[in-house]
């Protein structure tokens, strides 16, 4: 298995929508209105969460995209369920924002079929170089999605060692990868882990998911998302190895009594997709 499996560096806190309780009002999510933005008043399902003053403009065009992928992504889980049983099935969470879509869309995907939320459980690695906020965060994921939580603390590799012995009837994991993300350019949306990790199926609903797709799903569907993504964070790994992304920088608030995100702009905001990355500290 090779490091973008399970991107288990992903962590932070949650922010929730300002209309969390209506986090899954249908199973319908087709919508005819034009374009949609934060602070405008054409905001009708779509909105940029609880952030109000993010600049994020959602069009036809891009709903539309954005529908089809989500489409696409309930007929993987449709694939999946013809293929394993729902207790064979588990899912990988670290809290960043691409495991943030993948939980949306497989708890709205099972809601759809009457599946209870905790029949696939969430599995989530922890680490002592875990930013801080990441307890509270999967607490509150854990609560809003009424998922049933395992843990371990060990490598990723020793982890599903032990998961496998412990849940010997789980044959495959959902994980949140994208073929932009290292070492995943030639992954395939369903793929054995490597013989020499714990055999397992790796699943990969988000594989052709773009940068701006994660960002344009949460806004639309009105997605909690990791507070760090607001101030300037684009990939988050562990506190020692992560920093905002540096292609966000601006000018910083003059006064110091004055609420403020900080010196950079929300991850939303970085132009170019290929430098999400640019905020990790190289391995020395």
Request: charged share 20%.
């Amino acid at each position: 298995m090779n490091n973008c499996c399970i991107q288990t560096q992903q962590q932070a806190t949650i922010t929730k929508s300002s209309n969390i309780v209506d986090m899954f009002p249908n199973t319908n999510h087709s919508n005819t209105s034009k374009t949609t933005t934060c602070n405008g008043s054409t905001r009708r399902s779509s909105s940029c969460g609880n952030n109000s003053s993010c600049p994020v403009t959602i069009t036809a065009e891009t709903h539309q995209h954005i529908e089809r992928r989500l489409q696409t992504a309930n007929e993987f889980f449709k694939q999946t369920l013809q293929l394993y049983r729902v207790d064979q099935l588990i899912f990988c969470f670290n809290g960043g924002k691409d495991c943030t879509v993948l939980l949306d869309l497989l708890m709205r995907y099972c809601r759809s079929q009457g599946i209870a939320s905790k029949a696939i459980p969430m599995l989530y690695i922890e680490s002592d170089d875990s930013f801080a906020e990441i307890d509270e965060f999967v607490a509150s994921c854990v609560e809003l999605y009424d998922v049933k939580l395992i843990k371990y603390k060990d490598s990723l590799k020793e982890a599903l060692t032990h998961m496998t012995q412990d849940m010997p009837l789980i044959k495959a994991v959902f994980v949140g990868s994208r073929n932009t993300d290292p070492y995943c350019e030639h992954l395939q949306s369903m793929q054995k882990t490597d013989n020499d990790w714990p055999e397992m199926m790796r699943l990969n609903p988000l594989l052709e998911w773009s940068y701006h797709d994660i960002w344009h799903y949460i806004h639309m569907y009105k997605v909690p998302y990791c507070p760090l993504y607001a101030k300037g964070y684009t990939s988050i790994g562990y506190k020692t190895n992560t920093l905002p992304n540096p292609h966000l920088k601006r000018s910083c608030n003059p006064n110091p009594d004055t609420t403020d995100s900080g010196c950079y702009k929300p991850a939303w905001e970085l132009a170019d997709p290929t430098k999400e990355r640019a905020g990790r500290v190289a391995k020395k």
